[in-house]
């Protein structure tokens, strides 16, 4: 049986690229801008008022999905060290009894 040196068909360094990625894309997300929304010259104030709505719902929305990409590229990373920390330290007890 063979198994990836990360555990789960990655490989560290993918995991620590992926992580990076989702932590950047947070970013790039957190900042659309949304202000012309509100801004638009409009014939009807249904109009503006449907502008302005869909401007404070993007702005919710792509906070959240920031968030949720910043969160999970944090717990990704973290996923990563631990995974290496983990076996790293296998390593070490399999190579210590061998040692003795």
């Given at each position: 049986m063979?198994?990836?040196p990360a555990g789960f068909g990655?490989?560290?360094?993918?995991?620590?690229?992926?992580a990076a990625t989702w932590r950047a894309q947070s970013d790039v997300i957190r900042s659309i801008d949304v202000a012309a929304l509100e801004h638009v010259p409009c014939?009807?104030?249904r109009v503006a008022s449907a502008l302005r709505a869909a401007a404070a719902a993007t702005r919710t929305?792509?906070?959240?999905?920031?968030d949720r990409l910043e969160s999970m590229g944090v717990l990704l990373?973290?996923?990563?060290?631990d995974a290496d920390l983990d076996d790293?330290?296998?390593a070490e007890a399999f190579t210590d009894g061998v040692r003795r």
């Open positions: 063979t198994s990836s990655l490989r560290p360094d993918q995991i620590a690229r992926t014939p009807s104030s929305t792509t906070a959240a999905v920031a990373h973290r996923l990563g060290v790293r330290s296998a």
